[in-house]
Every structure is written in structure tokens, then in C-alpha cells.
């Protein structure tokens, strides 16, 4: 079983641990969430920040560096953690797992994921439009069949006019 101690105080509603991937602590974390449902599991892997900044009346969690934040929501969770004995498997279900690499964001406010914004650039707008017009012709041309390019145009077989 693990212990809970007051924090640093940071932020609030949730718990926060560090070196997440490295040291393999999402067994550590999700008992500490399944002891606490009101809070929010964080786990911040090494060389990585979750940074938190007010918008509005939302605390929004935005990830940088070279690893993840892992982050375990259980408000929908059932779990046996009050009941089960130290040595006893603990029952831990329904638990939102969301793991956010560099440049993901996540509502504090909401639990929710925030959409990462959706960006193509130029050079490959017009790859995907010329893939688009080239998926037209063929299928036009396979639909076509056996049939001569005018008539396909709409004109007769003979002479190619309307």
C-alpha cells in the first residue's frame, strides 16, 4: 500500500509523481488514485514539464520535453482499494488513462484532452489535392472500361461529337 502525504501544494485535486516512465511507477500511481478518486494521477516521465497555465476559469496542462505526462482520471473508476488487504490484488476498473506527448494539452478543468490544433502545410495541401485529382481520373477511367476516350467525354464512338 502506498502512502499519501501532503504535497507542495501546486496544484490542487491532484497528485503528482516524477521519473513516471523510468522508474515504472503506474502501479505507485493508480493505488494512490484508487485510495483517492477526487484526485487526478499525474505522472511526469524525465527531461519532460507538464506546465500550467490559467485560461479563463480552466487550468490547462500543456507538455513539453523529451517524454510524457501520463495522467489517470478515476471518476468513473470501481475499485476495491478501501476494502483489500496489503498483500491482496487490487481491483482497479474504468480508470481514463491519457498518456500526452510534447505539445499535447489536457483540461484540468474539464479532465478532457484539449484537440491539438490542425495544421498542414502548403506542400502538402497540394500533394493531397493532386492525389485527390489523380483517385478521380482513375476511377473514372475504371469505370469507363473497355470504352474509347470521346465517348467517355460524352460524344458518340464514330465521330467524338455531342
Same mark, same amino acid.
Do not use: F, K, N, W
Given at each position: 500500500m502506498t502512502q499519501v502525504a501532503a504535497g507542495l501544494g501546486l496544484l490542487a485535486s491532484s497528485v503528482i509523481d516524477q521519473h513516471f516512465d523510468q522508474r515504472n511507477r503506474y502501479g505507485r500511481l493508480l493505488m494512490i488514485v484508487s485510495q483517492s478518486p477526487q484526485l487526478l494521477g499525474i505522472g511526469v516521465d524525465e527531461d519532460t =514539464? +507538464? *506546465?500550467?497555465?490559467?485560461?479563463g476559469d480552466h487550468e490547462v496542462l500543456r507538455v513539453t520535453g523529451k517524454g510524457s505526462v501520463t495522467i489517470f482520471d478515476p471518476a468513473r473508476m470501481v475499485t476495491n482499494a478501501h476494502e483489500a488487504r496489503r498483500s491482496a490484488p487490487l481491483l482497479a476498473s474504468g480508470v481514463? #488513462? @491519457?498518456? #500526452? &506527448? +510534447?505539445? $499535447? =494539452?489536457?483540461d #484540468? %478543468?474539464?479532465? %478532457? &484532452? *484539449? &484537440?491539438? !490544433?490542425?495544421?498542414v502545410d502548403d506542400t502538402e495541401a497540394a500533394e493531397i489535392a493532386e492525389a485527390g485529382r489523380d483517385l478521380r481520373?482513375? $476511377? @473514372?477511367?475504371? +469505370?469507363?472500361?473497355? *470504352?474509347? !476516350? &470521346? %465517348?467517355?467525354?460524352g460524344g458518340s464512338p +464514330?465521330?467524338?461529337a455531342v
Open positions: =514539464a +507538464a *506546465v500550467v497555465e490559467h485560461i481514463m #488513462l @491519457h498518456v #500526452l &506527448p +510534447a505539445g $499535447a =494539452a489536457y #484540468l %478543468t474539464t479532465r %478532457t &484532452p *484539449v &484537440p491539438l !490544433p490542425h495544421e481520373q482513375l $476511377a @473514372h477511367d475504371i +469505370a469507363a472500361g473497355d *470504352v474509347s !476516350p &470521346p %465517348t467517355c467525354a +464514330a465521330t467524338g
